[in-house]
């Protein structure tokens, strides 16, 4: 944050002792400067107009991350488009851990992850959540269990699309999800109908 105002300094400081505030008349730039203070690729930029106000009052609560789950082929076209990091929901079929005796460490997993009744594709989980992934699935059998996965990079390399986990990956388990119950019908239903025929 900088300014060009005289007040500058004055809302750094209610900045600073406020815990939650609200501002006006504030402008985001891009960090185009050769010595960066941050790299951080944006700048709020204040002026004499900057208000800042601390807030007191409970305000809504807004869900952290709102639940999109694509479509295998809306993920074979956001694996040319680097800016969007998808949501899948799936079935988890396959489970395979570099070390599964040290899930502490930041290790990788691999999971086969069948998006719809023909399509399996392959999650590449590194790091926090690899070792997140571990616990959980240590906590109980996931296997054949049904999650949505958020925040994916999907690639496609040689003609197969892969899934990789971001810092920003969470795990959904919960059956009460909308999401995951839909999945969960179109499974159930796929399976019946197979059985029929």
């Not at 460490?105 to 070792?131: E, F, H, P, Y």
């Amino acid at each position: 944050m900088f300014g060009t105002s005289k007040n500058t300094k004055q809302i750094i400081l209610e900045l600073l002792s406020a815990s939650c505030a609200t501002t006006t008349t504030f402008f985001v730039i891009h960090n185009s400067r050769q010595r960066k203070l941050t790299q951080l690729p944006y700048n709020i930029q204040i002026n004499q107009k900057t208000i800042l106000l601390n807030v007191t009052l409970d305000g809504p609560i807004f869900s952290v991350h709102s639940l999109s789950p694509q479509k295998y082929r809306n993920l074979l076209r956001l694996a040319s488009s680097p800016t969007h990091l998808p949501d899948v929901v799936g079935q988890i079929v396959i489970i395979q851990k570099i070390k599964p005796h040290h899930p502490e460490l930041n290790i990788d997993a691999t999971i086969g992850l069948r998006l719809n009744r023909s399509t399996i594709v392959k999650l590449i989980l590194c790091d926090k959540q690899a070792a997140d992934f571990s616990i959980l699935q240590s906590k109980k059998d996931r296997k054949f269990k049904v999650m949505i996965v958020t925040s994916l990079i999907p690639k496609l390399i040689q003609g197969k699309l892969i899934l990789h986990s971001t810092p920003a990956t969470i795990f959904y388990f919960n059956k009460s999800i909308d999401y995951i119950k839909h999945f969960k019908r179109r499974i159930r239903d796929y399976a019946k109908t197979c059985s029929t025929e």
